[in-house]
């Protein structure tokens, strides 16, 4: 009730002020700095737990994600969260420092991005001739075809104008502790209903 209350008010004075701005963007910027602050604070009092942390600050030449300082990158988010345009932002810029720790006990999945859920129509699978070539991405639809022997399937030559496999390399956004684990992920599971991030 006293949310409700605080958001009607807010929203009163966004629509009697003489801003160029549209209401809800006025009542955002009134309501997110302080919730996400408050999130941040939270968050450092989870995170400051793992042990990883401390190892992550240095965890040597051969880690490709490089150092990475959680606390301190939380603190970056907090000290500028007027610059972001909106909560979506913040909570992704978080989700970004979890995504770079490679490690799914650091897991942050906003509730922001968990309102509407995008899906391409259609998932991608990599497969090698004869197990011994270097793989070409295919629609899943088509590896059964394949399989049979059709002669009308072809591989995946571009997405977006760029080749197939820099495109899944320039999109990965996972978890995996490495980019081999985030690249198969992008993969649908013949043996399984995984999708693949790629279709999600």
Partial sequence: MKKALILASAALVAAQSGTSQPPCAVVASKLASPSASVLIDQLKQVWQLHSETVWLKNPGNDWEYGPLDIMDELDMVKSNLASYESEYAVQL????????????????????LQIFNFRRRFNVASISSDGKTL?????????VALADGDDGVSDIKSINGMSP????????????INSDGRMNNMFSKGDTDHLGAFAR
């Fill in 93 to 112: 810029a978080i989700q970004k420092i979890t995504v770079r720790t490679g490690n799914f006990h650091f897991n942050y999945y906003p509730d922001i």
């Fill in 135 to 143: 793989p070409k991405l295919y629609v899943h639809g088509d590896v």
């Fill in 165 to 176: 496999y820099d495109f899944l390399k320039a999109n990965l956004y996972s978890q995996y």
